[in-house]
């Protein structure tokens, strides 16, 4: 995966290149390449676009770092037998719960409760969650009551949950960005359902308190100006320094992995390729 900005990215001699302001070729090899990110200032040419197609790159337009996702070449996922798979774990009842106890496991670092539904594990959530909320508000000093904001009217809320807010988003881009780029559907969640972003919002749950939370109390601790504006950035440096994506799509497949199943077989009764795609260098799951 390889992220891009402030260039053109065109084909040149069967190979993604980018071209910057002063007219200088970067080669890019296409052979090893799964994901581009296309960070601001970046353009790109359909003869790009034509060789990711046929090449299985997927191209997923990014703010600075990941901290926002705008669109992505082939959303929903590229590949038929992930999204199978993702979606017969969230189906099945038993299987499902199986996956929220892993990321209750991966969260908390210890096992939850036995039989437990996902509606009482989402309580004890919910407790240790207030917990890390005051804790955090403690170590830097910051006025805590509770995480409250109105979706509608964002402005309305007090500074810290105004910065979370911002903070959160910028974590859900980057999130979103490993999805789609292991090829998993974003809406497919399993504790949080009904949305376009319920999975993305379940992984990043795993990680909030680990990164984009203690941020956002740190710069409301140092009396920041702006700190909407401070955290973004504060997230933009620190996914890159931890490089966070890098963790996060083995982390997806580890907790999907918790449903101990394969991806389900094709139904003996459907119809088969009447006409095979033709071979590629791509990714068998991707489009041509």
Not at 129 to 157: C, G
Not at 211 to 225: D, E, K, M, R, Y
Request: charged residues 20%.
């Amino acid at each position: 995966m390889i992220f891009l900005k402030y260039g053109l990215l065109d084909v040149q001699d069967g190979a993604f290149v980018l071209v910057d302001e002063k007219g200088v070729r970067i080669q890019i090899p296409i052979g090893g390449i799964v994901c581009l990110f296309l960070e601001p200032g970046t353009t790109i040419t359909h003869a790009a676009v034509n060789l990711a197609a046929d090449v299985g790159t997927l191209l997923v337009w990014v703010g600075e770092g990941g901290v926002r996702l705008y669109a992505a070449g082939q959303p929903g996922g590229a590949r038929s037998d992930k999204l199978l798979y993702q979606a017969k774990l969230a189906l099945d009842d038993s299987l499902r719960i199986k996956v929220v106890r892993a990321m209750y496991q991966y969260r908390f670092k210890d096992t939850p409760p036995a039989r437990r539904s996902i509606e009482q594990l989402r309580g004890i959530e919910g407790v240790r969650v207030r917990t890390m909320y005051e804790l955090l508000a403690q170590k830097y000093r910051v006025p805590w009551k509770k995480r409250k904001y109105d979706p509608n009217n964002w402005s309305n809320a007090d500074p810290i949950n105004q910065t979370l807010n911002a903070a959160n988003h910028a974590l859900y881009g980057i999130c979103e960005a490993a999805i789609l780029a292991a090829g998993y559907a974003p809406a497919i969640g399993f504790i949080h359902t009904g949305k376009p972003l319920s999975f993305v919002y379940d992984i990043a749950d795993l990680v909030k308190f680990e990164t984009v939370v203690p941020l956002a109390f740190q710069i409301i601790g140092s009396n920041s100006p702006n700190p909407v504006r401070d955290v973004r950035l504060k997230c933009r440096d620190s996914f890159k320094e931890s490089k966070l994506l890098k963790t996060l799509i083995p982390t997806i497949e580890e907790i999907l992995a918790a449903g101990e199943v394969s991806p389900p077989a094709a139904s003996p009764v459907a119809v088969s390729i009447a006409i095979p795609n033709k071979e590629g260098i791509g990714d068998a799951g991707h489009r041509n």
